[in-house]
């Protein structure tokens, strides 16, 4: 049973599209059809806009005491509802039920934090030049913000959107991904019952090209922010460029790994192969691209094989999986496209790389060994729970090729030898670096990328700072 009705959120109240348009909801792990999602029409989206409009005006009067009194309420509605947001997103998305539960808690965490955080907000005094006068520099919100999360973190993808966006005392109208409507509206109610004044946050959904064309073209919207490809991202970016609305971009990735030969090889396997698999491998930050120094090459791929051949793949709800579907069915042609790729250029199947049969978009969790770097796979975001591993020399040769695409979004390191961590740090192209460790991210440190991996960060101080603008005062 999926609990979730699923509604649009206009001015405070939850509705149906108004010509009655909807698209149905798939249960990635059975195929069933668990709800209907509404499609929000040009005129619906009018609405939201001008529910933001004039929710950005109320919220904006309130001091960030007041806004962190309703923010702390929400997170605590949303922690009393972990379990059962945590089934929603289980159903909707695939993965398995606890990695659902800690993404609600991450919910929940990053409301307080961005509720405290947006009281700290602060300003400057600057010293003058003339005698007398006092200059100021205040931090005011930006205005109302237009957002667009994709479906792989179907809680922490809109979270922190809306807590950036109402910690800074922002308006937001948020477009979920379809494919995960009922996380963020079961979210938004957390909201709503804790008080949230009507427009601050709106829900909307439908087409995306048209639901996102339209709501950029507005003046009413001061900022976009996109969790999503790097081809959406570019696409918006040339968007909102007519009216000049400043982005934050939270793009693709195709994170490399790096594993030197004095690594603690039990303990990098396992953590990358839990991390590989997380979420069927659909993670912007998943670790993509192996590079293993040539001495430790063997044994790396042994363990790695008995390791992934012991995951337990299912659907999400029962107890003891640890990998469950994808999101699509098209998304499974891609992973066989990919396999058959590497195939083609001189990889190996190590294990997986089929589909499992049966009901649900399972793939089979998959290592592949030898993978050339002109295989598809080495540079296109595979988004799935395929590892292509290749060995490599000197220290040189590996950044070059770790550092050889457009996308620089997480990179790993695993290594004992200080100097040659810090010096890898320093020379990887990328907004997030893990050493010894993949956990990137958390409500208070800065999340993003650089290059075609995009800009801006969400979480920590600067996803509050990315939702304000400066006004500077000078008074004699
Ligand atoms: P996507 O770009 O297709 O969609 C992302 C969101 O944008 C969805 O809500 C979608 O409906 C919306 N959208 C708005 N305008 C659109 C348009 N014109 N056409 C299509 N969609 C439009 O991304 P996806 O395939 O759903 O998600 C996977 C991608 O997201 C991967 O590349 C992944 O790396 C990336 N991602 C990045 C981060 C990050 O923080 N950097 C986090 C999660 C996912």
């Not at 996109?226 to 081809?231: D, E, N, R, V």
């Not at 590079?291 to 044994?299: K, L, M, P, R, T």
Request: proline share 5%; glycine share 10%; hydrophobic share 45%.
């Amino acid at each position: 049973m999926f609990s979730e009705k699923i509604e649009l959120l206009i001015d405070g109240q939850w509705l149906q599209g108004s010509d009655g348009k909807t698209e149905p909801l798939i249960n990635p792990a059975t195929e069933e059809v668990l709800a209907t999602v509404p499609h929000a029409t040009l005129a619906d989206l009018d609405r939201a806009l001008d529910a933001s409009a004039k929710g950005f005006k109320v919220w904006k009067a309130m001091t960030a005491m007041q806004r962190a009194v309703i923010m702390n309420k929400a997170a605590d509605h949303i922690e009393q509802c972990k379990d059962a947001i945590a089934r929603i997103l289980t159903l909707e998305n695939g993965k398995a039920i606890g990695e659902a539960t800690g993404e609600v808690q991450f919910a929940a965490d990053a409301t307080r934090w961005y509720a405290e955080e947006g009281k700290r907000a602060y300003g400057r005094i600057i010293p003058a030049r003339l005698p007398g006068v006092r200059q100021m520099m205040f931090k005011e919100p930006v205005g109302p913000v237009v957002a667009f999360a994709a479906w792989n973190f179907p809680a922490s993808n809109v979270i922190r959107k809306i807590s950036g966006a109402l910690g800074a005392g922002c308006s937001i109208i948020l477009k979920p991904a379809e494919e995960t409507p009922g996380t963020a509206v079961a979210i938004a109610r957390c909201f709503q019952d804790a008080g949230l004044p009507d427009g601050v946050l709106n829900i909307v959904f439908g087409d995306p090209a048209r639901v996102s064309s339209h709501l950029i073209a507005s003046k009413i919207p001061k900022k976009v922010s996109l969790t999503g490809s790097t081809a959406v991202g570019k696409l918006l970016q040339k968007q909102a460029a007519d009216t000049l609305k400043r982005c934050t971009m939270e793009l693709g990735g195709h994170a490399p790994v790096i594993v030197y030969e004095d690594a603690d090889l039990e303990k990098t396997l396992d953590t990358v192969v839990m991390f590989k698999f997380r979420n069927a491998g659909q993670v912007c930050t998943s670790p993509t691209r192996f590079y293993v120094h040539e001495a430790i090459y063997e044994a790396f791929i042994a363990g790695f094989a008995a390791r992934v051949e012991k995951l337990k793949v299912g659907n999400g709800l029962e107890d003891g999986i640890q990998m469950g579907p994808m999101i699509a069915p098209r998304r499974l042609d891609v992973m066989d496209a990919l396999v058959s790729d590497a195939k083609a250029n001189g990889a190996a199947v190590v294990t997986g790389g089929v589909r499992l049969g049966g009901k649900g978009y399972f793939y089979a969790p998959t290592l592949l060994r030898d993978v050339p770097d002109t295989a598809r796979i080495m540079s296109e975001e595979p988004f799935g729970p395929i590892a292509p591993v290749t060995r490599f020399s000197t220290f040189d040769e590996v950044i070059e090729r770790a550092n050889s695409l457009p996308y620089g979004l997480a990179s790993f390191v695993f290594t004992f030898n200080l100097s040659l961590a810090q010096k890898t740090e320093m020379a990887l192209e990328a907004g997030m670096v893990g050493v010894n460790h993949m956990m990137v991210s958390t409500p208070e440190t800065p999340f993003g990328g650089v290059n075609e991996s995009g800009y801006g960060s969400e979480s920590g101080i600067e996803g509050l700072e990315a939702y304000l603008r400066t006004k500077f005062v000078t008074e004699a």
